[in-house]
């Protein structure tokens, strides 16, 4: 394979050079605003080649010399059409006029350009600020986890819990970037509503397979998410108001064309009537996004953006929950040449999880903090070569936990668990060839290293072995350290490396249809141990080291991509393995717990499927249907012959595994006033595991239950609707307001969260006891800009 590609990169280069060529560069933004664009298509017809704008909204592109015409497009802008005599390098900044006066919206975007089908990038979808109308969602709230729940190969733990699954990975395994900076809950209120300011985001891109090599520290996917630089032109402001949350979001210039501010605030506010209900629970939460962006000058720009958010959750006296993220960013992007961008980024990302239970007095809080030194290369070479190379450093600290009493009556007594750190480093290239007019490749490599620090207080086990085996009762026990030693904070207890690569393939079958395939190694070695299925109501944070191996996951991806004059069609195929993957011994203790290493297993996951996407792009109705048919398994088997594992060693059911997931969303343009929405979801219930009968023991009832996981609950489905009207106005009045009405639930499907078994104290019969979140639920919110 090194040979192959050598060869490749050799004669690309050679063909490169035998002509006289020069460089067309520049970047695009929007002519209202100056927000740069991202994902914008320069396409050269003549020459059946073209670039795209990066996530800064640079691009660059060398051509032999000749006069060109240059095609700019994007959704959601008109397409603009220049000729260009290319005899000497030419810097050519462009500005694109928003073609709807609709206000902003997250919203997928139609990939049926061309240039799309070329390039060698599969199993990635884009969310992005545009004119389509919303998605409707519970209570009102435009939810980007929610839009990316609708796409092939990615489900929520279900209605009510945070995170989301992605090609059968658990919520733990994608990374999350705002603004570059990982973010460790992408949810509030549990799930209700996601951590993302729709106003606040420009661009989003979901990496679910062929995972570019700037990227790692997670092995399911990528969310990496963009915040807007504001607007460099005028004074704006977006928000909207509804039945539990509003939100505002001001924008402008701090010195026009030079420097720009954003800031914008979310909060919910439905607690605040529950009083008048004599119900003394509380849940709610509040965001702040922040942002300014400076032109040093035409090679330099300077951005500091942040975010901060709280969940506050309290039922009555008893039980105490407040989570949430904090991340500030610096960044300095500066042009070497025409053809050499940089970024360079400090970052900064804390995430504080705090519990507390008031009926036994005591509060526990825990967290992660990083501190993250990136600076990221593209290069774009020739027109058959672009590079893109860089270095990543993160050091982290993890607070497993600090308990103090809340009253001087409280039977507990104040202790700190041993904070752990560690560092984590990385280098990386990537090569995106243009082998010829039908094949594009992306070769890349990552390695990875990660170095467990030494902490105050480290255990030691008989043979290394924290969890033991009992075989005479068949069940996993903790070990019992044999000895404690302290290491200096630079000493390294234990340090890992990894080689991860990365390949993709495109061929071209003809103008609108070509098929891809792609290989990718990632290594996770950070994980979240967790008593649910999402990623809350209990979170803690452990690094690999001594006794817990970092997760490795290897993914192969095939697809078939063809674009029709008005319709698209994705279909793709995955497989993927992971070892190393945790499970917990059974009566596994996570709260206080200093030796965490004591319940934990390391085993193994797979998952496999078929993923189909089916769009309509233009049009008044405009819309997809997405289908998932998948399975996603793990296995911890025995370390020994005479060992069990965890469910006889047999593989299981993962707790996020779907067999069918099917979703159709839709939109139509009545007319200017009128556009109406609607989602029909359908999908498999999720796995659990069920007692098969029961014993009597020294007067107790003893359940007996199944395997694990082989059971489901019921299916899940679910249609919502809305309605958007856009009153007329004057074509100079600044102010553009909206209202949208939704039905969630339309026929109000009980749709089971979980499943219990009790005894019903009337009929003293055991019985199934069905947990229902979300019924219908009907909302208005009124957006508005000026």
């Known amino acids: 394979m090194k040979k192959l590609l050598s060869l490749l990169f050799l004669f690309v280069s050679f063909t490169a050079f035998t002509q006289e060529k020069f460089t067309l560069s520049g970047t695009i933004s929007e002519e209202d605003t100056g927000e740069t664009l991202m994902g914008v298509n320069i396409v050269v017809p003549e020459l059946q080649t073209g670039t795209v704008t990066n996530q800064y909204g640079f691009y660059s592109i060398t051509l032999p010399k000749g006069v060109y015409e240059v095609i700019y497009s994007t959704l959601g802008f008109t397409t603009e059409r220049i000729n260009v005599d290319l005899s000497n390098n030419i810097k050519r900044d462009f500005t694109m006029k928003t073609d709807s006066q609709s206000l902003d919206e997250v919203v997928i975007e139609a990939n049926a350009e ?67 900076a990982t973010l460790y809950n992408s949810s509030h209120l549990f799930g209700f509503f996601s951590v993302f300011n729709p106003d606040a985001i420009k661009d989003l891109t979901l990496y679910k397979g062929g995972i570019p090599a700037q990227y790692g520290g997670r092995i399911s996917s990528v969310l990496d998410i963009y915040q807007k630089d504001g607007n460099n032109l005028n004074y704006q402001a977006t928000g909207g108001i509804g039945l539990v949350a ?12 030079v420097a720009s501010f954003l800031v914008g605030g979310r909060s919910s506010y439905a607690h605040l009537f529950l009083p008048l209900f004599d119900n003394d629970n509380i849940a709610y939460f509040y965001d702040l996004n922040t942002k300014v962006s400076y032109n040093l000058n035409e090679n330099n720009r300077l951005f500091l953006s942040g975010y901060f958010g709280r969940d506050v959750f309290k039922i009555s006296e008893s039980f105490g929950n407040t989570f949430g993220n904090t991340t500030i960013n610096l960044r300095w992007n500066h042009l070497y040449s025409d053809r050499l961008f940089s970024n360079l980024s400090v970052i900064y990302s804390d995430y504080y999880f705090g519990l507390e239970l008031k009926f036994v007095e005591f509060k526990f809080d825990s967290g992660i903090r990083n501190f993250n030194l990136k600076y990221d290369f593209s290069h774009y070479l020739s027109e058959n070569i672009d590079l893109k190379y860089g270095l990543n450093s993160i050091y982290y600290k993890f607070n497993p936990g600090d308990v103090k009493p809340t009253t001087v009556t409280s039977g507990v007594n104040e202790f700190k668990l041993t904070d752990k750190y560690a560092w984590e480093n990385a280098v990386y290239g990537a090569a995106e060839i243009k082998v ?8 890349g490599l990552r390695l990875s290293t990660f170095s467990r620090l030494g902490q105050s207080e480290f255990f030691l086990y008989e043979n290394d072995n924290p969890v033991l085996y009992n075989e005479a009762l068949g069940i996993y026990e903790k070990a019992k350290p044999n000895d404690t030693i302290s290491f200096g904070r630079s000493e390294t207890i234990k340090s890992f490396a990894n080689l991860e690569p990365r390949l993709a393939v495109s061929f071209l079958l003809d103008d609108d249809s070509s098929i891809k395939a792609s290989y990718n190694r990632m290594t996770q070695y950070i994980h979240l141990i967790s008593n649910t299925t999402s990623p809350t109501p209990f979170d803690i944070y452990a690094p690999s080291g001594k006794y817990i191996e970092p997760q490795l996951a290897d993914q192969v991806a095939m697809g078939y991509f063809r674009n029709f004059e008005n319709y698209s069609l994705e279909v793709e195929t995955f497989y993927k393995t992971v070892q190393n993957r945790l499970d917990y011994i059974s009566g596994a203790d996570l ?27 233009t049009g008044r109705f405009q819309g997809w249907l997405a289908y998932t048919l998948s399975k996603s398994e793990q296995r911890t088997p025995g370390r020994t012959a005479a060992e069990s594992g965890i469910n006889n060693g047999e593989w299981y059911n993962a707790a996020w595994d779907k067999t069918h997931d099917l979703s159709i969303t839709g939109s139509y343009d009545l007319s200017k006033k009128w556009t109406f929405g609607a989602n029909l979801i359908f999908q498999t219930g999720r796995p659990t595991t069920f007692p098969e009968g029961q014993y009597e023991y020294n007067g ?33 009045e600044r102010w553009k307001g909206e209202w949208v009405f939704s039905i969630y639930n339309v026929y109000n499907q009980k749709n089971a969260a979980s499943i219990s078994f009790s005894e019903n104290t009337d009929t003293y019969q055991n019985e199934a006891v069905r947990l229902s979140i979300f019924g219908i639920i009907p909302s208005v919110t009124y957006n508005f800009k000026f």
């Open 246 to 257: 509003s939100r505002l979001l001001l924008e402008g210039p701090i010195k026009k064309d």
């Open 114 to 180: 061309k240039l799309n089908i070329r390039s060698s990038q599969m199993s990635a979808n884009t969310l992005s600020s545009s004119t389509i109308k919303k998605i409707p969602v519970v209570l009102g709230e435009v939810d980007v986890i929610k839009a990316l729940t609708l796409l092939p190969g990615v489900t929520s733990a279900g209605e009510g819990a945070s995170g989301f699954n992605v090609r059968g990975g658990a919520a733990d395994q994608n990374l999350i970037l705002l603004d570059e």
């Open 700 to 732: 107790m009832v003893v359940p007996v239950y199944e395997a694990r996981n082989s059971s489901r609950i019921t299916p899940f489905h679910r249609l919502d609707i809305s309605a958007t009207l856009t009153p007329s106005r004057k074509t100079d």
């Open 436 to 443: 010829s007019d039908n094949i594009s490749v992306n070769a």
């Open 591 to 617: 709260i206080a717990n200093n030796a965490i290493e004591q319940i934990l297993l390391n085993g193994e996951a797979r998952a496999y499927g078929l993923e189909m996407l089916f769009r309509k792009n």
